[in-house]
Structure formats: C-alpha cells, structure tokens
C-alpha cells in the first residue's frame, strides 16, 4: 500500500522504491519488453534501417493541463522528434524526477496518461529510473525521455537542402498548446474552451517522409513557428517569408494572445509539423496531412526566398515585418 | 558572450538557448556523431552483437564533490549499467534540467568534466536536451542519461541463473562515494582524505563478462552493497551470508561511519561491482580485477545459501545479524 505523497524514502533504492516502482510505473507501463529488475535492456530493431536516437526533457507547469499532462507530453514530445525525422518511434527510456510530497494519486494519473499515449504511439518503454529530490528542490515532477526509432536508408530530410522558391507548411493551427498550459496556470474563465494539441505527429510525419520534394520537417515546440523559421534561416542562410494570412491560429488563441500580449507565432504546438518542400511536392502533402482529422486545416503559410537570413510576416494589412528571434522567455515551463 | 548565471531565456528556444548549447554542451562534448542542429541523431552499431538500452537520472548534492561531479558521476552510473550487463558501451544522450542563477562557470565545469569522462568511457554523446527551470523548483543541476551499448548475443547474465553455493565478489572498498558526498555537504575537517570512487567499470565488467560461471553483475550505487544483496535475495528466492571481515571498506570510510551512526554497507559506491559467480569462476574474476589498479582490494565477500531469501552478515565478532532491506533514506541525493 503506498503512502499518499511520495517521500525521499521512495528515492533510496529500498523497499519503498522498489513498491512504488511496481504498483506505478511498471503497472502503467508494462510490455513485453519491460523487466524493471534488469540494469539495461537488450531491445532489437528491424533489419535493413538506420537506427536514430532522440532524447528531451520535459518541465511542464502545471503538471496536468486540459488535453494533456506532462506523461503525454512527454510521449508525443519524443515520439514527435523521431516522427518528423522520418524515422518511426520504436522505444522509450523514461527518467522521473520527483519532488518530495508530490501527491501519489498525481502521479499515478501521469504515469497511465504516459502508459496510454505510448500505446497510441506505438512505442515501449523499455528502461527507466526514478529519483527522488527533496521538497522545495524539484517542481513536482520533471521527465526526461529517450527515443530510439528507425528511418529508411534513404532518407535524407535536413535543412541544408532547402532552397529559394521553397514552401513553407504547417499541419494545423499553432499555438494551442502555450496557450492552453499558460492559462491552466491561472483561474481564466475562458479555460475551458481551450486546450492543447499534445498528440503524435506520426500519422502527418511518416506518410510524407519519403516524398521527392520534401525538405525538412520539425515539430514548433519551444518558441513556437517563429522559432522553426529561424532555425532554418540560419541553417539555410536564406529568407523566410511567412504570410500572416494564411498561418491558422484558432480564434481563442488569438484572442488570448491579444489579451496577454503574447505572439502565437513564438508559442509552442505539441502536435503540429512544420515542413519545407519544393513547390511540386506541396500540393501532395497538403493533400495527404488534410486527409486526417489532425491535419483539416494544413496550410502552406510561406515560401523560402533569396536574400539576407531571416524571417519576415507579411502582415493582413499589406506590410511587413521582422519576426525577431526570441530573446526574452514569454513562458517558462511550457514544455 | 554568456552571462555570468544561467537565466530562464536560456530555456526558451530562442537565442540565448542556440549560445548556451554551443558554447558550453556543444564545444565541450564534440564528437563527429553531434549535430545539435537535428532532431534525432542516426547512429551505427557493430553487427551480429545485442543492443542494449540503459537510462539514469542524476540529483547528486552538491554538484561537485571530491573524486567528481554530476556530470562524471552521470557518464560513469550509464556506461556502469551497460558494462555490468555485459555491455560496451556505445552512445548516450543527455538531459540536463538547470536551475535558473546556477552559475555558468559552474555548469561550464561540470559539463567540461562530462565531456572528458565520455572520452575516457569511449562513448559519443550523440543527442542532448535543455531545460531551464525557475529559481527554487530545481537543484542547480539534474542530469538524465540514457546509454545504448551491444553485448555477445550468447550473454545471459542475470539473477535468475544463481544458485546454492555461488560466491559473492565484490571488485573493491564500498560506500566511498556516499561518504565523500556527505563529507562534502558539510565543512567536516577530514573532508580531503575521502574522495568518491566514481569510475567505469569496464576494464572491470567486460573481460569477465563471457566468462563461464558468471551468474550476474551489478554496480552497487544506491543502496549500497546491502542493496544489492537483497535484489539478489529477492529475484532468486535464496540466502546471501556476507562475512563483514571479507568486505573491503577504508578506515577512513569506517571511521566517518561510525561518526555519523551509518552502514557503510548502505552507503552508495560509483565505480565497484558487484559479482555472482560459481566457485569454479570466482578464483578467475577475482585475478582478473586484482591485476587491474581499480581491482586490488577486490574480495570474495560471501556465498549464496540455500532457505529463506534475506542477507545475513556474519560479523567480525563470531556473530551474525540480519541486513535490513533499506526503508528509511539515509542520505538523499547521492547519486
């Protein structure tokens, strides 16, 4: 029977570990491929493809938010790593560090939410650790997760072959998540009608991933769109042109935005693909991300041009303007 | 430039998390597998062996101790998971969790140090992830690493396979790191004679791992020897008898033990293994660790006996007691 919060005795390798590691990780968790006695785990990988690795941290607050917590965000972060490197996800190791009086029937709840949505994503969790910081040390609980997963051959997805006359994609409107966790941080009224996009992007990312034409894709976590467009401008020494008009950004998220005085395009999506493709090839993955319920409103929101790196937003009144690269941190804990 | 405290727009994604990735994780652990600008990191292992995966976090206190720090102990605790499974290991991928106003030089030091024990373990960081968390939710630093490494397809260590009979070996001094982390927590005199025995264990694991009669192996780090002794006890259902006078512990190590009321048998050790083997075996481990400089304490401290599981130290004194399965947290945050 465990104790209702989690205490330091739960971190010391005893039996107060082991119990809790049984009754709630190994519980939720459990596949074929998971025996928690074991200090590693042999796992195999199919035959004739490239193996790749992924690993992300995870601090979200709070630690459950409407449309998600931080077990599933944790799943569909890494799972979303693998999935727009055209790679699809295989297996989880999962690291949970947690702060002294957490409440145990919170973390039971995040450890199934996290065992559901590895299920979904098709993924085992094969290996994990637990610890235990003291009060006061921690922010309820942080996890860290690695992704191991195998892409084709061939596969050849990477900013550096992104060229001028390129377009720009999103797979669905930007933003939701930030705003979702940012307002699950205070007692808004408009709460409810708000929450994240958590999810896997592996039905969007993997159909496309081979496509002639296709470039690059990324998920716009931290720092949002405008985040993605600098990466690539860096990476590519190239201009992006992003058309405010055409970036979906749901009608709450944009009034709360308004509101805060927040810009969509720096907050995170957890289930949106960003992707760079030569024109010819736009067409066909627009089609096939629309052809799914998370992808109704895909939409090609900018084009790659010559000129000096950086980003700019045409914006619905006919200027333009500079997307800056994030300097200050609009929310901390978001992801 | 960086600044002279990790701040939050470290974490956001934007620019100042670009310099603090390179400038301080990035130059410090080059290697020709890193490319920080992907998503998730290809990577190659040598046919016809097992992958194996291992994960860990880390919440040592504080950061840096003498014998090491959070970022050695965080290479040595994953490549130590691989080795004793009988594992060379290959890769990690890293996570580091960092409390806003931890100093940069600090963070600058220890991932500096990460780096060189990775080169030392003969491992590539090939995948990493950060986080900053805001002022009094973290402890300066958290690390989480997840190792991948290949063994002999024909190893079968493990637990399962010990029987009556079976000696157990233990490859040097214990719970030298839990008393130099403890030492380190406060301003004791005696502090610089005690340093952690933090270390790989390869040179230690590998050489043995093929070895017929060989049951198992394990770091004993949290927990302690005692620890593993009842993991033992309780996955074969059998009786650990370790001898007290066999089990290498420093003076040092025993005086600040008695000091401070605790069992150094409890008491983490960061580089020592811990082996079960069949009598026949035992003689060749034990001459192979002793002709190592990190193996010439090593000792055969007990046998495995037949009737009810638990762990019965016989003591120096003609005696014997029970060893405890740890409940309480003697010393949080040691590893």
Sequence with gaps: MLDKHVTLAHGNGGRYMH???AEVFARHLANPALDTSLDAAPFALPGGKVPVVTTDGFTVRP???PGGDIGSLAVNGTVNDLAVSGAEPMLLTLNAIIEEGLEMACLD???ASLGRAARA???AVVAGDTKVVPRGQGGGLYLATTGIGVRAPDCSLGMKSIRPGDVVLVSGSVGDHGVAVMLARHEFEMKGAL???CAPVTALALPVAGLAGLRFMRDPTRGGVATVAHEIAAASGLM????EAAIPVKDSVRSVCKMMGYDPYYLASEGRVVAVAAPEAAGRILAS???LD???AAAAIGVIAAGRAGVILETEIGGERLLEELEDDPLPRIC
Tied chains: 1, 2.
């Design 19 to 21: 119990e809790l590691i």
């Design 63 to 65: 630690l459950e938010f």
């Design 109 to 111: 709840r995040i450890v």
């Design 121 to 123: 994503a098709g993924v």
């Design 195 to 197: 929450a994240s996009d």
């Design 240 to 243: 992006l042109r992003l058309s």
């Design 289 to 291: 991300w629309r052809s």
């Design 294 to 296: 998370e992808g109704k």
